[in-house]
Nanobody, 122 residues
């Protein structure tokens, strides 16, 4: 079965950096669209970045130029490098995979999710 496990969250000061990881198993990791999403208290789950099987990436406007999504197919791992973090980036971050064609950026289009990792920026 599909399993996604995030790690790398923590607390940092504004301007700092964190790298999130998402270990994937249970499917052919190299083929499908994967994404990072976040959810702050009282808000809906929003797309942060996505990457398809060919390595094409998409970003939310709020993180363009600061976050980088990447995947290491040999390690079955998805990454999110977060630089110049802002207090507004504080949220629980989730990775997700879509096992259908296409690489959208809405949470409703992704079927499998990790448990989330907390990022706090002060």
């Amino acid at each position: 079965h599909v399993q996604l496990v995030e790690s790398g969250g923590g607390s940092v000061q504004a301007g700092g950096s964190l790298r999130l990881s998402c270990a994937a198993s249970g499917y052919r990791h190299t083929t499908y669209c994967m994404g990072w999403f976040r959810q702050a208290p009282g808000k809906g789950r929003e797309g942060v970045a996505a990457i398809d099987g060919a390595g094409v990436t998409k970003y939310a406007d709020s993180v363009k130029g600061r976050f980088i999504i990447s995947r290491d197919n040999a390690k079955d791992t998805l990454y999110l490098q977060m630089n110049n973090l802002e207090p507004e980036d504080t949220a629980t971050y989730y990775c997700a995979v879509r096992l259908n064609s296409g690489c959208p950026t809405l949470a409703k289009d992704f079927a499998f999710w990790g448990q989330g990792t907390q990022v706090t920026v002060s």
